[in-house]
């Protein structure tokens, strides 16, 4: 039979009000913290900011990988139409870029879309099947109408008890464990 097991994963601090939270987001990034995140109903500005995120590289992938479309646009147009299969057409030369300006723009377009759409899996950790914040309850009540700052027991600066006072320090006062419950298979097949 399967047992399930619990395990402390984080703290969660429940908040009431954007200005809050952001304090408290700026308290645990000067405290040192490495892995930890805000969740909110909706988007807080400066909220990146206090928490001392940096720049998405989203746009950079982006436009590099639409570049990069564009190079490959040019060379297959250009290398089919001039080298492979040369035939003047009406006295044009044999590389008439104008003609294949829609071919650009829509290799642009896909390499760029492609990336964003691979970046954001990757930067945004989206590969993850699931997290024990879907277990606990906690989400419904934050995309209802509550904030929250998750402190992960995988930090090397955590500990329950500094944690917890940590967010006691912040003006918290619904702080709960984040459990993640797992099932011990010791079935053969």
Excluded at 18 to 37: C, F, H, I, N, S
Excluded at 95 to 108: D, G, K, N, Q, T
Excluded at 125 to 147: Q, V
């Amino acid at each position: 039979m399967a047992e399930p097991s619990a395990k402390t994963v984080g703290l969660v601090g429940l908040y009431d009000d954007p200005a809050t939270l952001q304090r408290a987001a700026a308290r645990v990034r000067e405290a040192g913290y490495t892995k930890w995140d805000c969740h909110t109903p909706y988007p807080v500005h400066g909220l990146d900011r206090a928490m001392g995120l940096k720049a998405s590289p989203v746009p950079a992938v982006a436009l590099t990988a639409g570049f990069f479309g564009l190079l490959a646009a040019i060379v297959l147009t250009g290398g089919l139409s001039a080298i492979h299969y040369p035939i003047r057409i009406g006295g044009k030369p044999l590389f008439s870029w104008p003609a294949f300006v829609p071919i650009y723009f829509e290799l642009f377009v896909l390499f760029a879309a492609l990336a964003i759409m691979g970046s954001i899996i990757v930067f945004c950790r989206l590969g993850r099947w699931h997290s024990p914040l879907h277990d606990s309850g906690i989400m419904k009540e934050i995309t209802g109408a509550r904030f929250a700052i998750v402190l992960e027991a995988a930090d090397e600066r955590f500990s329950e008890q500094d944690a917890r006072a940590l967010l006691e320090e912040t003006g918290c006062h619904d702080i709960r464990p984040l459990v993640q419950h797992e099932e011990k298979d010791d079935a053969i097949i």
